[in-house]
């Protein structure tokens, strides 16, 4: 595996900023802090990597932007700003915070499947299984664009034909559970992309699929890029499909980001043990036949008991006795563009 990336990515105008959100989820176990104090931003046309275990809550800081966190989550803290074109006539952006807006307001609901737009882990569960894969595109477009029911039959076509759906014509009047799991994905694409969104969350988009139709789901997602230039927030815990796609990576554990560089440094200077660990246990050619992969002892923590301190420290081979398992390490910038949190490089 190599990584795809040419150093640090460009610096095209700012997109997407996220400032220290914190979106918890209130249960009566107790307080799950799902995403806990995180910041990132997202750049015109770039490819933004989001890598964890399962449960680290890249997810959530997807439906966080989107504005569509399940209760009995919410957002407790922080900003989601979106920087917006124009569309008096004159150059530059406005920039609208998602967090102060209603989650079912007009303004947000302008916002989701116009500019932002998501595809989502599992299309069968995603799509309505009582309508057509055409009526759903449809229906996208018409929300957004104020066309009639004939012209938006013409764009999902259009759009079917662009990700490479065979036969849209025939297939636009589909039910979900007649497509195959590659096909569904496509009309998921397809959906998402109707109105030409500023902005694509990709949350797991081929972790269902076998690995041949994966390879041309990531073809057709890089392909669409470049012809719309949109941007893409890929949200993955397979790191050779970041090798792939991504120009710049953010590694999240327990609701926080605690390792954020461009795509060659996280595989050829990764500093965060977790990082580390994780580049440790891919599979690799050449790899002796009866020779075990390497494995990150222990589980992820409880979420409702964090441990104190650094909360990889339970798991960690280079944790400090007394200071890893106490204090919580600081967010430190190594070099340009690569900041890591952790005790060791304090």
Do not use: W
Request: aromatic fraction near 4%.
């Amino acid at each position: 595996m190599s990584a795809r990336g040419k150093g640090q990515p460009d610096k095209s105008p700012l997109l997407l900023e996220v400032r220290n959100l914190k979106t918890y989820f209130f249960l009566d176990e107790g307080t799950v802090r799902a995403v806990d104090g995180v910041d990132f931003e997202v750049r015109q046309g770039q490819t933004l990597g989001v890598v964890g275990e399962s449960g680290c809550g890249k997810s959530v800081t997807a439906q966080s932007i989107l504005r569509i966190v399940p209760p009995p989550g919410r957002i407790v803290e922080g900003e989601i700003l979106l920087h917006r074109m124009r569309h008096t006539g004159s150059s530059g952006t406005d920039v609208i915070d998602l967090v102060k807006l209603d989650p079912k307001g007009k303004e947000m609901r302008s916002v989701r499947g116009a500019e932002i737009a998501m595809v989502f882990q599992e299309p069968m569960t995603s799509f309505s299984p009582v309508h057509t894969i055409g009526d759903q595109i449809m229906e996208a477009i018409i929300l957004h664009q104020k066309v009639d029911k004939a012209e938006a039959r013409e764009r999902a076509i259009e759009m079917l034909k662009m990700v490479g759906m065979p036969k849209p014509e025939q297939t636009i009047d589909s039910y979900p559970h007649q497509l195959s799991g590659g096909m569904r994905q496509r009309a998921m694409i397809a959906m998402a992309l109707s109105c030409h969104p500023s902005l694509l969350i990709a949350d797991e988009p081929t972790t269902a699929l076998d690995v041949t139709t994966e390879a041309q789901i990531l073809e057709l997602m890089r392909d669409l890029q470049q012809q719309l230039g949109m941007a893409i927030l890929y949200i993955t815990h397979d790191l050779g499909v970041i090798a792939e796609m991504a120009e710049e990576v953010i590694v999240m554990y327990l609701g926080k980001i605690v390792e954020r560089a461009d795509v060659d440094s996280i595989f050829y200077e990764p500093l965060h043990p977790y990082t580390r660990a994780l580049l440790k246990s891919i599979p690799r050619i050449g790899r002796k036949a009866k020779q075990r992969l390497e494995s990150i002892k222990g589980v992820v923590p409880d979420p409702y008991a964090i441990p104190k301190g650094c909360s990889f420290h339970p798991r960690c081979s280079k944790a400090i006795p007394g200071l890893c398992d106490r204090e919580e390490p600081p967010y430190v910038q190594v070099k340009s563009g690569h900041l890591v949190r952790c005790h060791l490089y304090a």
